[in-house]
């Protein structure tokens, strides 16, 4: 038999609520010659809280050591005016995706996903807008803005906003793989701000001679950042294909990719340091999904968080990081047939519980 090493972090506020549902629906996939070995840890204010550390060592090896990490969501107000940056909550997972080198952020928006009934419901854009949309953010995911030096004074700050050229070549080399995966390929629409920004002409310059010299039969454009926003918000069909993003403008672009399919709690997402059947690479590589949404605290505790995008999450997991293409696609299915039966959580106007739409997606496999 097969065993996978899943590191489970369930993290803070909704996060264990929909960890458990997920970790449910993992479940339904064993099979003897198939199990998952979980591992669960802390990560992020229950971190903090319980070691003093938004993320332990140990906790970054054991990611290292598994086949693949599940992770929902961090941060709070009990922790909002406490440390921040690195050592906050969210800087867990900051610290996680550097040691990991995950350095793509893929965030999949389809109008057509999780299911076409939840964007003609949903978003707030008329249905000759977002019909056919259907593009990916590649998010550069472990340099920027995010990671760069940073002075902290009481009337100064400054975030140091650079890139090599090899962080931007192995984000761009991993785009174009995305695109040729895709018949025809997709294009590759990259976005920065090479009108003001130097980072951002470097960033120009190497996805240019990268794209030319290597993937030659990939369509490449060069998009504005800022217009890129106005284009997902007219005429969002014009940014379908891979949308390849530095840390700061993916971040945002792929939230505002949730208004395409109205709400953020059906969108999962996957950070990668490269892609299954990458020969360039020396190991199998590193995955970790997890929810493009945060830790709601609004709402937590209540059995009312939508688990969709958590256990999207897993879908996403089998895809790119255990070679079960074919289970990714049974569960989507799967999702898709609960949520046009109507069970669905308080966020789509229904009246399920997290368990039951967890519970409805486990009887539907
Ligand atoms: P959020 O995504 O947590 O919540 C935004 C809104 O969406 C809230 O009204 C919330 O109730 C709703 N929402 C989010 N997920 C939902 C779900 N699964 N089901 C139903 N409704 C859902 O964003 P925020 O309010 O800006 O941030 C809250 C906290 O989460 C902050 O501490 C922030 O730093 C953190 N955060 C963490 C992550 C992460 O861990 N990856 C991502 C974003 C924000
Ligand atoms: C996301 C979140 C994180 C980010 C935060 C919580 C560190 O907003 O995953 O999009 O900014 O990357
Ligand atoms: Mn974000």
Request: glycine share 8%.
């Amino acid at each position: 038999a097969q065993t996978h090493k899943i590191l489970v972090l369930p993290g803070d506020g909704i996060g264990p609520e929909v960890m458990a549902e997920a970790i449910k629906v993992l479940k339904a996939f064993e099979t003897p010659q198939r199990k998952f070995e979980l591992r669960q840890e802390l990560i992020g204010g229950c971190s903090i809280d319980a070691t003093g550390k938004s993320v332990t060592e140990e906790v970054k090896q054991a990611a290292l050591d598994s086949d693949a990490v599940l992770f929902a969501a961090v941060g709070g107000p009990k922790w909002d005016n406490a440390r921040r940056g690195l050592d906050g909550p969210e800087g867990g997972l900051l610290q996680l995706r550097k040691a990991m080198d995950i350095y793509a952020n893929l965030r999949p928006c389809s109008a057509d996903s999780p299911s076409p009934s939840i964007a003609k419901e949903f978003s707030p854009f008329r249905e000759e807008i977002i019909e056919g949309v259907d593009f990916v953010v590649v998010r550069e995911n472990c340099g920027g803005a995010y990671f760069g030096r940073k002075v902290e004074e009481p009337t100064y700050a400054m975030d140091e906003w650079g890139y090599s050229e090899a962080e931007i070549q192995r984000v761009t080399r991993l785009s174009a793989e995305i695109a040729l995966r895709h018949n025809p390929p997709w294009p590759v629409i990259s976005l920065d701000k090479a009108n003001v920004l130097a980072s951002s002409r470097l960033w120009r310059r190497v996805v240019e001679k990268t794209m030319v010299t290597e993937y030659p039969q990939v369509k490449l454009v060069h998009q504005l950042a800022d217009s890129a926003s106005l284009i997902m918000a007219t005429n969002p069909r014009a940014l379908n294909g891979v949308i390849l993003a530095d840390n700061t403008f993916g971040d945002m672009l792929s939230d505002q990719a949730g208004s395409i399919v109205g709400t953020l709690g059906v969108l999962p997402s996957a950070s990668l340091n490269g892609l299954p059947g990458d020969q360039t690479l020396e190991t199998r590589p590193y995955g970790l999904y997890e929810p493009t949404h945060g830790s709601a605290p609004d709402i937590a505790g209540r059995n009312i968080a939508n688990p969709v995008a958590m256990i999207l999450c897993v879908a996403l997991m089998f895809r790119y990081s255990l070679n079960m293409e074919a289970e990714a696609q049974r569960l989507e299915d799967a999702v898709r047939n609960v949520l046009d039966s109507g069970i669905r959580t308080p966020d789509l106007r229904g009246k399920a519980g997290t368990q039951e739409v967890g519970d409805a997606i486990v009887a539907a496999l």
